[in-house]
Structure formats: C-alpha cells, structure tokens
C-alpha cells in the first residue's frame, strides 16, 4: 500500500473513531513512539509523544472542542500528495452552532509514515489562525461549554 492510500485508510478509520467516540480504533496506525506536533497554544495545541498519549489528546481535544459544535465540516483544499517523504495535506474544518460565530480553522497537516504506521503527524497552522482560534475561544469558550 502507498503512503497515500496508507493516509487515506488512517484519514476513514480517523472518522469512524470520531463517529464512534473510540479512538482505540486508531492504535493499529501509529507506532508505539510515534509523535504529534500540533502547532496551537494549549489547550488545543502542543507536542503529544506516544500512541497513548495521541489517542487521550483526541479524546480530550475532539470532546471538549469539536463535539461542542452542532456541525463539523472537513474541506480538503489541496493534497494529498508526497512531499519530502511525507505526505502531506492542505484542508480546513467549518465549524458552526447555535448563538456563536461560525468558525473556519485552515491548516496542513504532515504525516510521515514508517513501515506502514504513523511515526510522526504534523499540524501546521498560520500565525493568524492561531491567533484567530486564541480569540474565538476567548470570546465563545463559554458560551459553547468550552474548558479552557
């Protein structure tokens, strides 16, 4: 299987594991050491080394951020494709609920696969998007039943 298409099944079974709450369903695509860089001041953000420790930052991250909202939108702008030996993706998510702002995070994101499993995964956001999400967050964390 191509790194591509390995990055498609991790991307499907990513949201069967949000459908499902179950993030044990992603432990087959990540080596036991594997690390996630996600480039966001906590509490969204930060550097999660382990398989563990990834799947409890979703968890946690996916609960109290995204399921706050009634819809979650995924917009793949450009990718994937390979791209210094990993793949790597340019997409966006729309987030939208009742009495706050619709809100629209941008990023790419690299995932570098070692013998068929995730050994680093990368969230790469803009200056003006993290500073968006910090302000947003400031303003609605309330509101949505946001732990900050």
Do not use: C
Not at 103 to 113: A, C, K, N, R
């Amino acid at each position: 299987m191509s790194e591509i298409e390995q990055f498609a099944a991790y991307a499907a079974a990513f949201e069967k594991a949000y459908e499902a709450n179950d993030w044990a369903i992603l432990e087959p695509f990540f080596h036991e050491d594997a690390v996630y860089v996600v480039g966001l001041t906590e509490p969204l953000g930060g550097t999660f080394t382990g398989r563990d420790a990834i799947l409890e930052y979703f968890d946690r991250v996916l609960n109290n951020f995204d399921r706050r909202f009634a819809t979650r939108t995924i917009n793949l702008i450009e990718g994937p494709r390979l791209e210094g030996g990993s793949v790597w993706i340019h997409g966006g998510v729309t987030y939208t609920a009742a009495d706050v702002p619709d809100v629209y995070l941008d990023l790419e994101e690299t995932v570098e696969f070692d013998g068929g499993r995730i050994r680093r995964l990368e969230d790469v956001y803009k200056d003006e998007v993290a500073a968006q999400i910090d302000a947003y967050l400031e303003a609605h964390s309330k509101t949505l039943g946001i732990e900050l």
